[in-house]
């Protein structure tokens, strides 16, 4: 079973500070995702990525397959920024299983 | 597309009754995901379907929760006879499965269940 460790649990940050959320699992994988969660509970799948580099406006996510290490990188972040945001991958076994990262609550403060 | 639509948003139920959780999956997407989130445990797969077909329950807690999927556009999860323990929120997701096996999740709004 794959281990998905995420780093840190909560961060809170001023509004415009560059962010780093990191992702590390132990097994290897057929893909990513990054997943946001507002406080309302909905779930949104931010990027899916098995290589490189990822970039959706002010969000970009990268993926290291050799170290098992992921991040998710926001710029001039912003208090709608504020969520828990929760890393998850697909095992390389075949199957569509997502096992989850437990989340880290970021908060960003006017 | 309205995404992927979950009934209902809160369920509050007693111990020991049935209850039902209903999910109507993007149009044209063949894979469906029933996960379940609480504090204690994050976000975990109870079951997932491919073109209507359960393919892993592995998940699935006991045999009191079973999960039905009829047609691509619909699909059950249902608890018999619910415990307090049960209670969390349910997600429902959808994705295409293609070639690579790589498949985009869309998560539903959640179903919050209590079981008093």
């Known amino acids: 079973k794959n281990e998905v460790e995420q780093s840190p649990q909560n961060l809170t940050a001023q509004e415009g500070e560059f962010i780093t959320i990191n992702c590390s699992y132990s097994v290897g994988i057929s893909a990513l995702h990054w997943l946001q969660q507002h406080p309302g509970g909905g779930i949104v799948s931010l990027f899916m990525?098995?290589?490189g580099k990822k970039k959706h406006g002010r969000l970009i996510a990268t993926i290291n397959i050799q170290e098992k290490h992921s991040s998710l990188h926001i710029t001039a972040s912003h208090p709608r920024d504020s969520a828990v945001y929760i890393c998850a991958v697909r095992d390389n076994f075949g199957n569509e299983k997502l096992t989850f990262g437990t989340g880290t609550r970021l908060t960003i403060i006017p | 597309d309205a995404g992927v639509i979950q009934s209902p948003r809160h369920e509050v139920t007693e111990m020991g009754q049935e209850v039902t959780l209903r999910c109507k999956p993007i149009s044209g997407h063949n894979s469906l995901f029933w996960y379940r989130q609480t504090m204690m445990r994050g976000l975990e797969l109870l079951i997932y379907f491919n073109n209507n077909v359960p393919i892993d329950d592995s998940g699935m807690p006991e045999d009191r929760f079973s999960a039905k999927m009829p047609n691509a556009s619909f699909s059950t999860l249902k608890i018999q006879p619910s415990e307090p323990r049960d209670s969390a929120v349910y997600f429902c997701a959808s994705g295409l499965l293609g070639p690579t096996r790589n498949t985009e999740a869309f998560f539903g709004q959640g179903t919050r269940l209590t079981v008093v």
């Open positions: 990525l098995s290589s």
